[in-house]
């Protein structure tokens, strides 16, 4: 029997770099080995489904079928769930970004690496193309670039979902996927693949499946930098307090936070004694981001993607920490219980 794989895209009115996206999936190679069936979700995130227009330019000629829908609940969470529940009878799901491209052998190399590996999550690096005239801070930065970082086969505990095949098995075990508290912020993604990693699902590494990333002018300030540290600081509290509330969890935060903080004045020192400044931009990255991880205790964040999806999305949604209506425990389905 085939293998059907679902290559799962949000989207919110990026219709440009849509279109450059769903070109290069349309020439992406597979195994001559193996016997799948590809198809191509678009989650269009916007409630007037101006993504619509960009899919009808992919006709019924094209190698792998198109199917788009509008979600409209603003918010990047309701988008991935919408994904998941698109996808669910295909055998695995391959969340992409709407601002990245793909090399004709990116989808034949992650698949070779699930077959080969068995993993159920199976994960690659993002290159980040800078714009010109980008400060020369973002050239000697990994902060748009995640390869080099780990080895093909390596085992992790969490994954993203820029770059990332799924298994069946794992999205009908751990469900609800995407929390809604994650609206505005990001970290919906880092949320799910915890709890992925905590339901005893295996997550590796695969270094050749890398993919491309367009990076915007906007990301490319220090101002940036520093609201992104921070936000994945205290995205990264509130999953940990949202999959295991309780004292323990708490504590645990707040050791990891000041530890951030603490090797954040470390490589400060280092940097200034040695003139690196590689290391003066870890040391202000991690700074900020042990500064956000205090903030996520009391459910402090970063609400990055307001603005562009509008300010009009409704008041706190169940569950959400705005307001403070608290941190609620995540259902987790764990196979080892």
């Known amino acids: 029997m085939s293998t059907s794989v679902a290559i799962a895209v949000i989207t919110f009115r990026r ?201 915007p002018a906007a990301r490319t300030t220090l101002r940036w930098l520093v609201r992104r540290a921070f936000r994945s600081g205290s995205g990264d509290t509130i999953s940990r307090l949202l999959i295991r509330p309780g004292a323990v969890s708490y504590l645990l935060v707040l050791a990891y936070a000041s530890a951030r903080v603490v090797s954040a004045i470390g490589f400060a020192l280092a940097g200034l004694l040695l003139g690196r400044k590689t290391h003066l931009l870890k040391a202000v990255r991690r700074f900020f981001s042990g500064v956000g991880s205090l903030a996520g205790i009391v459910g402090i964040n970063h609400d990055e993607y307001r603005e562009r999806h509008g300010a009009d999305g409704g008041g706190p949604v169940p569950g959400d920490l705005a307001g403070g209506a608290g941190a609620e425990s995540a259902r987790l389905a764990d196979r080892r219980r």
């Not at 678009?42 to 094209?62: C, H, P």
């Not at 085992?155 to 508290?181: D, M």
């Open 15 to 215: 219709p440009a770099l849509l279109r450059a996206l769903l070109t290069s999936l349309q020439a992406q190679e597979l195994p001559a080995d193996g016997d799948y069936v590809i198809r191509i979700v678009v989650v269009d995130n916007d409630a007037d489904g101006s993504a619509a227009r960009v899919v009808e330019e992919f006709g019924k000629g094209t190698p792998y079928p198109i199917e788009s829908v509008v979600e409209p609940e603003p918010g990047i969470p309701f988008a991935r769930e919408k994904s998941v529940e698109l996808c669910w009878n295909d055998d695995a799901l391959v969340f992409v970004d709407d601002d990245e491209v793909a090399p004709p052998n990116w989808l034949a190399t992650l698949l070779h690496a699930w077959e080969t590996s068995g993993a159920d999550v199976v994960t690659g690096p993002v290159k980040g193309n800078l714009p010109p005239g980008a400060p020369p801070w973002n050239h000697y930065s990994d902060v748009h670039d995640s390869t080099g970082k780990h080895t093909t086969g390596e085992e992790l505990r969490k994954a993203y979902t820029n770059n990332t095949l799924v298994s069946r098995r794992v999205y009908h075990a751990v469900t609800p996927g995407f929390h809604p508290a994650f609206r505005y912020t990001g970290s919906s993604d880092l949320h799910f693949f915890l709890r992925v990693h905590r339901a005893g699902f295996r997550i590796v590494w695969c270094e050749e499946a890398c993919i491309a990333e367009e990076v």
